[in-house]
C-alpha cells in the first residue's frame, strides 16, 4: 500500500492540468490526504450496486452528515428513484415521497434543474432560511424528516437520467461549507469513474483469454475507455512505471502488442467483426 503523502502527490499530478476552485485550493493537507484514502479504500470495492453501502458509510465519515443518499432517478418517471443506497438507512413515509415528486420542480436543489450541475450544490446558495420555511417542500418533506441544510453533488449521467448524492443535515448539526464543497469537488471524477466502471462491468463481454488478474483486467477495461496511463495511474492511486508494468503482462497474455489491440480483445471484437 503506497503511504497517504503518495496518494497527495499522484493528486496535486492530476490538478495541476485542472482548473481549480477556491474551495479546492483552501482544502488542508489532511483533508487531501483523507480523500485520497477514501479513493484508495473504495476504488476496487465489489457490490451489486453502482456505490454498494460500505462506500457511501465511507463518504459519511469523510463528510460528517445525519444521512448521506445516492440516487439515480429516470427524470421522465421520477416518482420513485431507480437506485436508492442510504447510510444510514430510514424509513420514509409514503405521503412524504410522494410530495416530493409533487412539489419537485419548485424545490432549489430539485434533479429537474440541476441534473447537468458539475459543482456541489449548497441549498443555502439558492434561497434563504427565512424562504426555505415558506416553501411546501420543505413543510412535507424536509421538515418531517428533520432536514434543515442540504448539499447535493451530481454526477455525469446520460440524457434523462439523474446521478446524485445526497448530504442532510439538522438545524443544530450547522450548514455545509466550503470543506465539504471542496472534497466533493475533488471527488467527483473519482465517483465518477467509479460509477462508469460499474456500467462496464455489468455490460462488458467476457475477454476470450484467460489469466488475467483482477487488477489486470481492471486496468484492461480503462485501457478500452480510452484512459491514458496517467489518468489510469490516477483513478487507481498507483504510479504510470505500475500501469506499464501491468499493460506488459496484458500484452503477453492475450497474445497482442498495442493497448488497441487489448482493448479490442476485451471488448470483443476480432478483425473488426463482432464475436459471437
Not at 467476457?206 to 486496468?219: D, H, N, Y
Amino acid at each position: 500500500m503506497e503511504s497517504a503523502a503518495g496518494f497527495v502527490n499522484g493528486v496535486d499530478e492530476v490538478l495541476r492540468d485542472e482548473p481549480c476552485t477556491s474551495s479546492v485550493k483552501h482544502l488542508r493537507r489532511r483533508d487531501l490526504e483523507s480523500a485520497l484514502e477514501f479513493v484508495h479504500a473504495t476504488a476496487s470495492m465489489p457490490g451489486a450496486e453502482p456505490f454498494p453501502e460500505p462506500v457511501v458509510e465511507l463518504l459519511a465519515r469523510l463528510l460528517p452528515a445525519e444521512s448521506v443518499v445516492y440516487y439515480e432517478w429516470d427524470l421522465r418517471a421520477r416518482r420513485r428513484p431507480i437506485v436508492a443506497v442510504e447510510v444510514p438507512e430510514a424509513f420514509t413515509p409514503a405521503d412524504a415521497a410522494e410530495a416530493a415528486y409533487h412539489y419537485c420542480s419548485a424545490y432549489p436543489l430539485s434533479v429537474l434543474r440541476l441534473a447537468a450541475a458539475r459543482r456541489p450544490c449548497v441549498l443555502s446558495d439558492f434561497v434563504s432560511g427565512r424562504a426555505l420555511h415558506r416553501l411546501d417542500y420543505y413543510h412535507t418533506v424536509l421538515r418531517p424528516m428533520g432536514i434543515e441544510h442540504q448539499l447535493r453533488l451530481w454526477l455525469p449521467a446520460p440524457p434523462a437520467l439523474a446521478r446524485v448524492f445526497c448530504f442532510n443535515r439538522r438545524s443544530g448539526d450547522g450548514d455545509f461549507g466550503d470543506r465539504e464543497r471542496g472534497l466533493l469537488e475533488l471527488l467527483r471524477p473519482f465517483l465518477g469513474a467509479m460509477r462508469e466502471r460499474f456500467e462496464i462491468r455489468e455490460a462488458r463481454p467476457q475477454c476470450e483469454a484467460s489469466g488475467l488478474t483482477q487488477r489486470e483486467a481492471e486496468i484492461l477495461e480503462w485501457v478500452a475507455c480510452g484512459k491514458t496511463n496517467r489518468e489510469i495511474g490516477a483513478l487507481l492511486v498507483v504510479t504510470t512505471h505500475t500501469v506499464r508494468k501491468h499493460l506488459e503482462n496484458i500484452y503477453a497474455k492475450l497474445g497482442v502488442h498495442t493497448r488497441t489491440a487489448a482493448a479490442a480483445r476485451f471488448l470483443g471484437v476480432v478483425d473488426g467483426e463482432a464475436k459471437v
